[in-house]
């Protein structure tokens, strides 16, 4: 088999695209990084949300997408079935000690806890200062169409805040 001057010339545009993709990936955080290590020296058993960033056999070393936020790691430990759906229950059926976690559920209980915390920092100063009597607690006395101004503003600074992490 003889190569061509132009068929070399995309192999090695091929491999230099794919190193430069390599070195734009970011390096692994220390979370990922004792996931591996724990792996390879057998210290500990992989959990199921850390043997994810293993299931990659094409690449030499798998260290996953982007790190888990801590809401997610803190909630996957706890056994509920809230967060186990059909297709889990009927993976895990005859094995008892097999839990399986459906990740669209979970996502879906830290959006809703994410929400209520968001309506309660909404909602609790307005409460707060419609509960206060006496013009000296409350400095100023807001008409309607001023405490609305004030809700909207205030909805999105948190839109911002929150669509930004």
């Not at 993709?21 to 724990?38: D, E, F, H, M, V």
């Not at 559920?105 to 909602?123: A, D, G, M, Q, S």
Request: with cysteine.
């Amino acid at each position: 088999m003889q190569l061509t001057l132009h068929s070399l010339v995309l192999i090695i545009d091929q491999l230099l695209l794919q190193q430069s993709q390599i070195l734009a990936l970011s390096p692994a955080s220390s979370y990922q990084y004792r996931i591996l290590n724990n792996y390879i020296e057998g210290k500990n058993p992989i959990l199921d949300e850390e043997a994810g960033s293993l299931r990659h056999p094409q690449d030499l070393v798998a260290l996953g997408g982007p790190e888990r936020d801590w809401i997610y790691r803190s909630l996957e430990k706890y056994d509920w079935d809230i967060f186990t759906g059909k297709k889990q229950r009927q993976a895990a059926e005859n094995r008892s000690y097999l839990h399986l976690t459906s990740q669209t559920r979970l996502r879906r209980v830290v959006r809703t806890l994410v929400l209520l915390v968001c309506l309660f920092f909404l909602l609790a100063p307005i409460l707060a200062l419609a509960n206060i009597k006496g013009r000296k607690g409350r400095l100023a006395v807001a008409r309607n169409f001023e405490i609305a101004a004030a809700l909207a503003a205030y909805a999105a600074v948190v839109v911002v805040f929150l669509s930004a992490t």
